[in-house]
């Protein structure tokens, strides 16, 4: 009896450690197929699956980062991370209004001209980056899909250029709607003025007053990453970091990038790290969903109109 107690223990011990981690918090439910970015995007689907959503007449959202440094505490993948965190907050909040939607593999091979300095930073040339979001969504067309709105998650001006590009090329070349969904400050700093057929603008929620200007790693991408993904930030590192206390002078100087950039922020970060935290991140992700699906479904239905750009 002593014999057979022996040999149930080592079972029982595996038996109970597996219902603790079963029972323990998993994080948020988006991200319970782990960190990967295929999870729950057209790539972890058959091609039969992906026939009858096009059929079906399903939207096509498409998450566009780059690869790039975010300070000593941040993985280089944040704003890839962070446009398909976002394509799948909109998916189901689309669904929950009834409204089918698919997410295309997310796209990486982006502009890096203000981290270009910091090693991690990947980037492309401009045509390179046009050519390939130009021949997804041939793909795309090809396949019988019609919509395709662009979200994207990186704020370099010089990506943002040939992501606009290409949509409007790919509209003439091809006859697909494909549309750039952005804010209205960013429309302004293109000179768009809402009349554009390839761009949807939407107004965020203003964002209470700081004296700091949280550019990039700063405390939003640092608490969503924080509150989504949390085991690639490093809080040990994070506890150290400062905000940054640079002017709007001190952008226009980054903004350069490269050793100009490196120079303004020898660390890599620009904005109010110090007060960082997980619902901060939660909060502004769920609201920039809410948001951004409001749009898509007011424009389905022939009733979107443009903010006024001031």
Not at 155 to 181: N, S, W
Not at 208 to 227: C, F, K, N, R, V
Not at 276 to 288: T, V
């Amino acid at each position: 009896m002593r014999q057979k107690l022996f040999f149930l223990i080592p079972v029982l011990i595996v038996f109970l450690i597996a219902g603790l981690l079963y029972a323990a918090p998993r994080g948020p439910e988006i991200v319970m197929g782990g960190y990967s970015i295929f999870h729950g995007t057209m790539a972890d689907m058959t091609y039969v699956q992906i026939e009858k959503a096009a059929k079906e007449k399903a939207i096509i959202l498409f998450p566009v980062g780059v690869i790039e440094e975010h300070g000593p505490h941040l993985a280089t993948g944040v704003d890839t991370y962070g446009a398909y965190l976002k394509c799948k907050m909109i998916k189901g909040e689309l669904e929950k209004k009834g409204i089918q939607a698919l997410i295309a593999p997310p796209f990486y091979w982006g502009v890096n001209n203000a981290t270009g300095a910091f090693a991690g930073s990947f980037t492309v040339r401009e045509e390179t980056m046009m050519s390939v979001l130009w021949d997804t969504m041939a793909c795309l067309k090809r396949w019988g899909f019609e919509k395709v709105f662009f979200i994207n998650h990186h704020g370099d001006v010089e990506h943002h250029r040939p992501m606009f590009k290409a949509v409007q090329k790919a509209r003439t070349d091809l006859g697909i709607r494909a549309y750039c969904i952005i804010e209205d400050w960013l429309a302004k700093r293109h000179g768009f003025t809402g009349r554009e057929h390839h761009i949807l603008i939407y107004k965020p929620e203003p964002s209470p007053p700081s004296q700091y200007l949280d550019i990039h790693a700063g405390g939003a991408e640092t608490s969503m990453m924080w509150y989504y993904l949390p085991d690639l930030v490093d809080l040990e590192i994070w506890k150290t970091l400062k905000s940054t206390n640079l002017t709007f002078q001190d952008m226009v100087v980054w903004v350069r990038g490269w050793e100009d950039a490196r120079k303004v922020t020898p660390q890599g970060y620009f904005g109010e790290v110090a007060t960082a935290s997980p619902e901060h991140g939660r909060k502004l992700m769920e609201e920039y969903a809410k948001t951004v699906t409001a749009l898509i479904e007011t424009f389905l239905q022939g009733q979107y109109r443009p903010p006024e750009i001031k």
